[in-house]
Structures are given as structure tokens and as C-alpha cells.
């Protein structure tokens, strides 16, 4: 190789080491610094009003920006203590013999809703009761039933963005044939009683969507979404239809 074309090569190196360099400065300056993350905790809670039945609190946290934010939260006065849960759903099936099996709902006035609701009965716990007893108790006196419990669900949230209420989910069933459950007697004067049919829960909802003027509990209509999905039939698949 000639002194003309060492040169030339040694040029070539030197230029490309020198723009791997820029590069790699470039980049080291424009990486962006980790950014700081902390656990979201709370602060302090501040009472802003208190009723019979509920409060208001202002609460200051911190994010995980490390900022310090407020947010106004409303809280149950009724919570019992040892317990991180106010009350509970039911879902009740009703079973008779000869007839449909039904989901027991209630229809009541609400005040803050200006009109009546559609729900499934439901109640506070009192001090020094299970869910599983709350659940039995609530269903008798709003519905009249006498039922039993075959399941549970955890402590779940209801509105998370608003209050810190919780609730557990109770599953019951009721033998429609016992003297009991034939004639039940509502131990609330206010509560109407309502059946929906368990295999045609959504439809028969959407139906009395259009016949009232009531609102549904979502509790209720995402019960019904789901039995809808649990009883689709595989020829109503879309792929299937082609």
C-alpha cells in the first residue's frame, strides 16, 4: 500500500472515530433522567361537614410525582369497627319447582337519584356481624325471603373516585317451595320486589328500562351483561355466521 493511500485510510478512520464519539456525547447528553417515583400515602384527613350517615373530608396525599395534591372524599359514619367493610349485596336466585329460576332485585325511591332505582337488595352490617348473617338479615327484611349463602366475594370498592364505601357480595340461594318463600312477608313497607328471569336477565331488564322510568344499579346491568355472555349461543358468533 502506497504512503498516498495510508494516508487517505488514516484520514477516513480519524473522521468516523471522530463522529462515533460525537454520537455517543450526543446521546449521553440527550438521555433523560430517571425520573423519581415515590409510594402514593396519605397525609392528613380533614372533616369538612358530618351528617347522620355520611361525612365529608378534605384529604391531602402525595402522588407519585412526589407532589402533594388534595381531594374531597365522603366516608360512611356507619362503619363498625374491626372491619374494612360497610355492608353488603345479595345476589339471590330464586328457585321453585316448575318455574324459571329468578333473580330477586328491589325497586325503591332514591333521593339522590330524584326517581326510583333498580337494585340488588343490600344493606349495612351492624356491629359484630358477618356478611354472610348481614346478607341473610337484609334479604328478609326487604324481600321476605329466607335464603342461603353459597358464596362470598372479597371486600370490593363502590365508588372509589368518590367515597372509600365497600361492600361484599353475598350469593344466595332460595328454595321457592318452602311454606316460607311461597307467601314472604317484606319487613319494609317502601320496597317492591321485583323477578327477573336468570336466562333472560338483560333482555327482560332492557324491557322494563323502556316500560319505566327508573335507573339500574350498574351492580345490575354488569350482572346482566354477563349472563348474556354466559348464555350466547356459539351460531351467534360473528366468525360463525359467514
Known amino acids: 500500500m502506497t504512503l498516498k493511500a495510508e494516508t487517505k485510510l488514516q484520514v477516513c478512520y480519524d473522521l468516523h472515530t471522530r463522529w462515533d464519539f460525537h454520537c455517543l ?11 423519581v417515583t ?12 358530618t351528617g347522620k350517615w355520611v361525612k365529608l373530608e378534605k384529604t391531602t396525599y402525595v402522588d407519585p410525582a412526589g407532589t402533594t395534591r388534595t381531594w374531597e372524599t365522603v366516608k360512611r359514619t356507619t362503619r363498625q369497627t374491626n372491619t374494612e367493610v360497610d355492608g353488603v349485596g345479595i345476589i339471590a ?12 332485585l328491589v325497586k325503591q325511591f332514591r333521593p339522590p337519584m330524584g326517581c326510583c332505582s ?18 341473610l338479615r337484609e334479604l328478609k327484611e326487604e324481600t321476605g325471603y329466607k335464603g342461603e349463602v353459597v358464596g362470598v366475594t372479597p371486600v370490593t370498592c363502590l365508588d372509589p373516585g368518590l367515597s372509600s364505601c365497600t361492600t361484599q357480595i353475598v350469593l344466595v340461594n332460595i328454595n321457592g317451595d318452602e311454606m316460607e318463600n311461597i307467601n314472604p312477608t317484606q319487613q319494609l313497607e317502601f320496597v317492591e320486589v321485583v323477578l327477573l328471569p336468570f336466562d333472560e336477565f338483560q333482555t327482560k331488564l332492557d324491557e322494563l328500562l323502556k316500560k319505566e322510568k327508573i335507573v339500574v344499579d350498574s351492580k345490575v346491568y354488569i350482572f346482566g351483561m354477563g349472563m348474556a355472555q354466559a348464555f350466547f349461543k356459539p351460531r351467534e358468533l360473528p366468525v360463525l355466521k359467514q
Open 25 to 35: 456525547i450526543m446521546k449521553m447528553s440527550n438521555t433523560e433522567q430517571p425520573k
Open 118 to 135: 333498580l337494585e340488588f337488595p343490600a344493606g349495612l352490617i351492624d356491629e359484630g356481624e358477618s356478611a354472610e348473617a348481614a346478607a
Open 93 to 104: 336466585l330464586l328457585k321453585r319447582t316448575l318455574h324459571r329460576d329468578c333473580v330477586v
Open 38 to 49: 415515590t409510594e402514593p400515602h396519605i397525609v392528613k384527613e380533614e372533616v369538612i361537614a
